[in-house]
């Protein structure tokens, strides 16, 4: 049987091996415009990966838009570092595109030298907390020819085509909507001025690049925001852009960055949003690419065995794992390393302007640096803790060809990830936890489960090099009345080994808090099946399916003695996490002490207030602390002992994961 995922296709005259596209990703990879080495080397990863095509950007088409960290495209002495990334990847067996861009409003003062960002008008942006200054009409017409010249510059440096942004809240589809087009001449107004500036770049693009070099276009399959562009206006902008002819495939996008919808977060279903590439394929006789949370060969092969797209844009899976689509080619599956879509280290790392990074993949970013090479020199290592920076550590430690073994005192591997993939929507975590022990099952490593590590048995081992990767503990409290039967601890809870009542208190409220919370109030909500049942049958109105969905039978407060929630939660998923909250009718307290709990409730102090608040179920949530009992005794015999992960400091799985890999990096 053929599969779907590896049949070849062409776009225009250029003829794509298979239908894995990796889109365009923000890498802050570049310098002052340029190509960098480590921009090299990480494209190279994930051309040798197997994609049929990699899309670079984006890059810039003058100084207003973007910042130096973005690829260059707007002066010709950009045009080398772009004939050396083109070869790169053609050299490992890809083709290649370059995405063009302005991000107009969504541009800040911070990248222009304090100047304004430019914009059809001067409508503020939630984003960057700035007003624009509205184009002049010959800025635009400066604008359009600026984009031609980009383009001509990536045809002149060896690319296979040219992808132009037109969506995600940047300049072109500012132009396009309603909600920051204000503009009341040729540019603005009625749908079809607002589609006008759009037309004419890509006609400018088509003038300079000729008829056969192939034209994608990335857009909005719907902009998610209020009184802005939906998906019918965004469906009639892919038929103007089929009937004029200035595009070859469309790549479908979703959402504005500021957009009250989560796009991009573990709690976006697999694949949910391309019902948006669907309804534009079976209009337009266009290879369309879908996108947004495809992490997955057999998620992409359903895709387009079912004719919802023709190719898929798998762009974070390719960070996590670039060897994907040839593992899947190969039928291995198996060892893939899903994208959990956690964003901790791929959208986080730009709000701190740092390069891209992985949870999953602590090579992605360091490819320059971490080497394949084995060590002259290997050593019998033993790693104590089968959860992630356990597992990270004894497969480094593996590869560079030391003897590894490995003890875990439960019966399996992944520790405090099942803890982490509890709450609804986060069931990835488990997902990377399966993964890394698949990993571990293949290596080289000699894996020892319900194995307790003691003194006597290490010492008996004499291994030459320990890794202690132990874990955490909850933190206890010393609260009166934390020893009452109804007070339950956070761990016991996200993993359904006891039940609450209907009236529950959390103590604590970081990330922990936080998602224990979401697991309650997600208790006796409608199951995603008997929701689809009910509105297949239209057994209830839709908006009470929706009170259904997000209405449970528990009332939940959580007690935070700080002055915000979540604090520890990292900021491409907290707001989304604080909206559920907001959703699931969960009551927050912050700056509240927990004075004493007892049969009836907690006993809480505020700066206003002593209050009881009723609870017939109380959940400790007050964070975690490292578990090491082995290491000092260790090094008093003698012992090279190294902490990673919880076992070394608090911190996220991103942390654990890398510090396991850079400890047995090391060794």
């Not at 890394?436 to 030459?464: C, G, I, Y």
């Not at 969960?586 to 009881?612: F, M, N, P, W």
Request: with cysteine; net charge positive.
């Amino acid at each position: 049987m053929l599969d779907p995922l590896f049949q070849s296709i062409w776009i225009q005259d250029l003829k794509i091996e298979n239908r894995i596209c990796m889109p365009a990703i923000h890498t802050s990879m570049a310098h002052n415009y340029r190509v960098t080495e480590q921009l090299k080397a990480f494209y190279r990863e994930r051309a040798k990966g197997g994609a049929g095509m990699i899309t670079l950007g984006y890059a810039t088409v003058d100084e207003n838009s973007g910042s130096k960290l973005n690829i260059g495209a707007h002066r010709d002495e950009f045009i080398p570092g772009l004939e050396e990334l083109a070869q790169i990847i053609r050299d490992n067996g890809a083709k290649s595109a370059v995405q063009l861009n302005h991000a107009g409003r969504y541009n800040s003062s911070f990248f222009l030298n304090g100047k304004q960002a430019l914009a059809p008008s001067a409508k503020p942006s939630k984003l960057t907390q700035e007003t624009p200054r509205a184009l002049e009409k010959e800025e635009i017409l400066q604008i359009i020819e600026s984009f031609s010249q980009a383009a001509l510059r990536v045809q002149k440096g060896g690319f296979d085509a040219v992808e132009i942004l037109c969506g995600t809240g940047y300049l072109i589809s500012e132009f396009l909507s309603p909600l920051t087009n204000l503009r009341t001449d040729e540019y603005g107004g009625s749908q079809e001025n607002r589609m006008r500036f759009a037309l004419q770049v890509l006609h400018s693009i088509r003038s300079k690049t000729g008829g056969n070099f192939p034209i994608i276009v990335r857009m909005n399959g719907n902009d998610l925001m209020q009184d802005g562009l939906g998906r019918l206006d965004l469906q009639e902008f892919a038929r103007r852009l089929a009937s004029e002819a200035v595009v070859d495939a469309l790549c479908i996008n979703v959402g504005w960055h500021e957009a009250g919808v989560p796009q991009i977060t573990s709690s976006v279903p697999r694949g949910g949003f391309t019902y948006l590439a669907r309804e534009i394929k079976q209009e337009l006789d266009l290879p369309i690419i879908a996108s947004h949370r495809i992490n997955d060969p057999h998620v992409a092969r359903e895709l387009i065995g079912s004719n919802v797209c023709d190719l898929v844009a798998m762009g974070r899976s390719l960070i996590a794992d670039p060897y994907l689509p040839q593992k899947a080619k190969k039928g291995e599956e198996e060892q893939i390393v899903h994208c959990i879509a956690c964003a901790q280290g791929c959208f986080d790392n730009l709000f701190r302007l740092q390069h891209v990074e992985c949870l999953c993949n602590p090579r992605a970013g360091h490819e320059l640096q971490i080497s394949r090479e084995k060590t002259s020199h290997p050593r019998e290592v033993l790693v104590i803790g089968g959860g992630p920076a356990g597992m990270s550590a004894a497969l480094r430690a593996s590869e560079k060809g030391h003897k590894v073994r490995l003890w875990e005192k439960s019966s399996y591997l992944g520790g405090q990830l099942f803890l982490a993939a509890a709450p609804p929507g986060r069931e990835e975590f488990a997902v990377l936890a399966k993964d890394l022990a698949r990993q571990v099952f293949k290596s080289q490593v000699q894996l020892q489960l319900n194995k307790e590590a003691t003194l006597q048995e290490v010492t008996k081992q004499n291994p030459d090099q320990i890794i202690l990767a132990t874990g955490a503990r909850p933190l206890s409290l010393h609260i009166p009345g934390i020893d009452l039967p109804h007070v339950y601890g956070a761990w016991e809870v996200l993993l359904d080994k006891c039940y609450t009542g209907r009236d529950v208190a959390i103590i604590g409220g970081g990330a922990v808090g936080v998602q224990t919370a979401l697991q309650q109030a997600n208790k006796g909500t409608i199951p995603a099946e008997a929701l689809k049942f009910l509105l297949l049958n239209r057994v209830e109105d839709c908006e009470h399916l929706r009170k259904l969905a997000r209405k449970g039978s528990k009332n939940i407060v959580l007690l935070e003695m700080r002055e915000k929630i979540g604090k520890d939660i990292g900021k491409s998923t907290k707001w989304s996490m604080m909206q559920d909250l907001r959703r699931f009718g969960v009551k927050t307290k912050t700056r509240a002490k927990a004075l004493q709990i007892t049969e009836q409730g907690v006993k809480v102090s505020t700066r206003k207030e002593e209050t009881t608040l009723p609870a017939d179920s109380v959940i400790i949530a007050a964070g975690s602390t490292p578990y090491n009992p082995l290491q000092a005794g260790l090094q008093e015999k003698g012992f090279t002992c190294h902490s990673a992960g919880d076992a070394n400091q608090i911190g996220l799985a991103f942390d654990a994961i890398h510090q396991g890999f850079a400890v047995a990096d090391r060794i």
